[in-house]
């Protein structure tokens, strides 16, 4: 057999190969400060339940709008930013009994990677770093709109995914057992985490 007619199959593969188009690569975004909510509920005697939010976060993540792949979420929320909208409640919670935002001044939430639940729903299983303890935590997130915002510049309109995402955790896994035991201050904290995200 000639040499040419070995090589004829590889010239081919290497053909098709090239004509093949290119995987598409994850972008990496990053939360819009201005349009970023992080907040929280938590019950009060029994009676009602008050709504908290802090008021800076940032954070990032990288991800596949071909594929709908996500990885590397990072998000960062500044502890003594809280805000409860009663100034000595807010004292309170910043303080050694809630928050200790002295000592811990950064609550972060890290996953590797999501697992896709839907055409646009996510479970996103990672890490809730508080008090200086992590614990497991999964936020239940809903890939709301893609789309380049009408709001940029004449230059460059920048382009931004939108999130809505829930989850919860229980305060005394992290230690903060303030109330706990007598029921006045609720043990499970629901999380309410609404953001746009711009594409880099």
Same mark, same amino acid.
């Given at each position: 057999?000639?040499? /040419?007619?070995?090589?004829?199959?590889?010239?081919?593969?290497?053909?098709?190969?090239?004509?093949?188009?290119?995987? !598409?690569?994850?972008?990496?975004?990053?939360?819009?400060?201005?349009?970023?909510?992080?907040?929280?509920?938590?019950?009060?005697?029994?009676? !009602?339940?008050?709504?908290?939010?802090?008021? /800076?976060?940032?954070?990032?993540?990288?991800?596949?709008?071909?594929?709908?792949?996500?990885?590397?979420?990072?998000?960062?929320?500044?502890?003594?930013?809280?805000?409860?909208?009663?100034?000595?409640?807010?004292?309170?919670?910043?303080?050694?009994?809630?928050?200790?935002?002295?000592?811990?001044?950064?609550?972060?939430?890290?996953?590797?990677?999501?697992?896709?639940?839907?055409?646009?729903?996510?479970?996103?299983?990672?890490?809730?770093?508080?008090?200086?303890?992590?614990?497991?935590?999964?936020?239940? !997130?809903?890939?709301?709109?893609?789309?380049?915002?009408?709001?940029?510049?004449?230059?460059?309109?920048?382009?931004?995914?939108?999130?809505?995402?829930?989850?919860?955790?229980?305060? /005394?896994?992290?230690?903060?057992?303030?109330?706990?035991?007598?029921?006045?201050?609720?043990?499970?904290?629901?999380?309410?985490?609404?953001?746009?995200?711009?594409?880099?």
């Amino acid at each position: 057999m000639r040499t /040419s007619a070995l090589l004829l199959p590889l010239v081919l593969c290497a053909h098709l190969l090239a004509a093949m188009p290119a995987q !598409a690569q994850a972008a990496r975004y990053e939360l819009d400060p201005d349009h970023t909510t992080v907040a929280f509920l938590v019950d009060h005697i029994g009676y !009602a339940k008050v709504l908290g939010m802090f008021r /800076s976060a940032r954070g990032s993540y990288r991800f596949d709008e071909a594929t709908a792949t996500l990885s590397d979420v990072r998000i960062e929320v500044e502890t003594a930013s809280v805000f409860s909208n009663q100034r000595k409640r807010d004292d309170h919670l910043k303080g050694p009994d809630f928050l200790n935002s002295g000592e811990f001044p950064r609550m972060v939430f890290t996953a590797a990677s999501a697992k896709r639940t839907g055409e646009r729903t996510f479970e996103v299983a990672g890490q809730l770093e508080l008090l200086g303890k992590s614990q497991p935590l999964t936020l239940q !997130a809903t890939w709301n709109k893609s789309a380049e915002s009408p709001l940029g510049g004449p230059l460059r309109k920048p382009y931004v995914m939108g999130v809505s995402a829930r989850g919860s955790f229980k305060r /005394s896994a992290y230690g903060m057992n303030y109330a706990v035991a007598n029921g006045w201050v609720g043990d499970e904290v629901p999380l309410i985490v609404e953001f746009e995200a711009v594409r880099q």
